[in-house]
């Protein structure tokens, strides 16, 4: 892998304000950030697209670009396959403002997860639901110029939750280029999925990387490099051995770190360091 690759995210930093988080990163010579969109640095509730423009100026004069504009969705109540159609159609434009705040920043990637059902609901039309929806999310982001990459979680209830389900559903939206798959290597470790599972379905489509370490049997996860058990420098050979030429990003956000995120992201960037000097 190359330095130019590494894209670090903001989600260390929840209980610090997005200046300090661009202090640190030119600090410690950082050139490429993945922004997690939500409070306090980025809720699309409170931004105007004008503010976001304000916003890329600054992230600019820090020497900065955005690989991938990533919004909260996990915590937030967003769900494409939703059978209610107020919240649906609440998350389809929820995942339309990050593509226009993608173009206003000239990030080239916006993030999107695949959606979940419930018990008592059909998981196949909740399936049939999110494919709906991807197309015309992909129709927006061709419009807009915006590559949209999407993972799944390994739980129940999301809609798919493994490699396989992900490589149907990209077939089924059909979205060419414009939607492409990430692996997210705490998440897939979980499924006992690796690189491998990864390379073998996507190849070289592969759009992001979401690099983290993790305790595969608990959830523990998305914790520094060295501080679990994930075999990480294996799945960074995987990828170097894959031609993998797309963004790395780092997405550190166990709650461990957020007394302390600037210790967190210089020990990641220094194991980064340690594996490119060694390869």
């Given at each position: 892998m190359r330095e130019s690759q590494l894209s670090i995210g903001n989600y260390t930093y929840p209980l610090h304000s997005f200046d300090y988080f661009l202090n640190s990163m030119e600090r410690m010579g950082v050139k490429q950030i993945e922004l997690w969109a939500a409070e306090p640095h980025l809720y699309f509730g409170d931004f105007t697209l004008t503010q976001v423009e304000s916003l890329g100026k600054k992230i600019a004069d820090h020497g900065i670009s955005v690989s991938c504009v990533t919004p909260e969705q996990c915590d937030y109540p967003i769900n494409i396959c939703a059978s209610n159609k107020n919240e649906r159609r609440?998350?389809?434009?929820?995942?339309?403002?990050?593509?226009?705040?993608?173009?206003?920043?000239?990030a080239p990637k916006a993030f999107l997860t695949a959606g979940r059902h419930v018990h008592d609901e059909s998981r196949e039309d909740a399936y049939l639901r999110g494919v709906d929806s991807l197309k015309e999310l992909v129709n927006y982001a061709k419009y807009k110029g915006i590559y949209l990459v999407i993972e799944v979680n390994p739980f129940e209830l999301e809609v798919p939750n493994n490699a396989a389900g992900l490589k149907k559903l990209l077939d089924d939206v059909d979205g060419?280029?414009?939607?492409?798959?990430?692996?997210?290597?705490?998440?897939?470790?979980?499924?006992?999925?690796?690189?491998?599972?990864?390379?073998?379905?996507?190849?070289n489509r592969l759009g992001n990387v979401h690099f983290s370490d993790g305790v595969c049997e608990h959830y523990k996860g998305h914790i520094v490099p060295g501080d679990g058990t994930l075999p990480l420098t294996?799945?960074?050979?995987?990828?170097?051995?894959?031609?993998y030429e797309n963004t790395i990003a780092v997405e550190v956000m166990n709650s461990r770190y957020n007394e302390d995120p600037d210790t967190a992201i210089q020990r990641?960037?220094?194991?980064?360091?340690?594996?490119?000097?060694?390869?």
């Open positions: 609440r998350s389809i434009d929820y995942f339309k403002r990050a593509i226009e705040v993608a173009e206003v920043l000239n060419g280029d414009w939607l492409l798959p990430v692996w997210d290597i705490d998440c897939a470790a979980r499924s006992g999925e690796w690189g491998e599972d990864f390379v073998r379905l996507f190849g294996h799945c960074l050979e995987i990828l170097d051995q894959a031609g990641t960037l220094d194991w980064f360091r340690d594996y490119m000097d060694k390869h």
